[in-house]
């Protein structure tokens, strides 16, 4: 498991497991990171990083990359993505710390008309392919 990911609320922790292609890709970095807490990103000098510098560091990064990005940005797209695979509003709450269900309702609502406007064109599909036969 990862350690405790701070957030914005200090009640709220959440722990989450690195998958194994993250874990190879932190591999290096990690073992010279110091274990004394919960914060793994941390700056030149060795200090956490605080969120606020995160969030700059982390747009400039994608700036030199050429790339467009924000922290917040890849925190939606992985909400987005889970959400899309079926993860449920309690799931949603349980990885991203959010202790009132509205922001998972977000991205599982916006899941759920995807999937619905996917299943419809199917739907279309099916009664074209159906029609066709019919009409032969």
Known sequence: MGAPHPQK????????????????????PLDSTP????TFVRNANGSAMKPESFT??????????????????LRKAAATRLAEAGASEKTLQAVFGWTSPKQAQNYTKAADTRQMGMDGSRLFERIATQESRTTR
């Open 9 to 28: 609320t200090p009640k709220t922790r959440v722990t989450l497991r690195v998958i194994p292609k993250l874990a190879e890709a932190l591999a290096h």
């Open 35 to 38: 274990k004394d807490g919960p």
């Open 56 to 73: 700059n560091w982390f747009h400039d990064a994608c700036l030199k990359a050429g790339v467009p990005g924000s922290a917040h940005g």
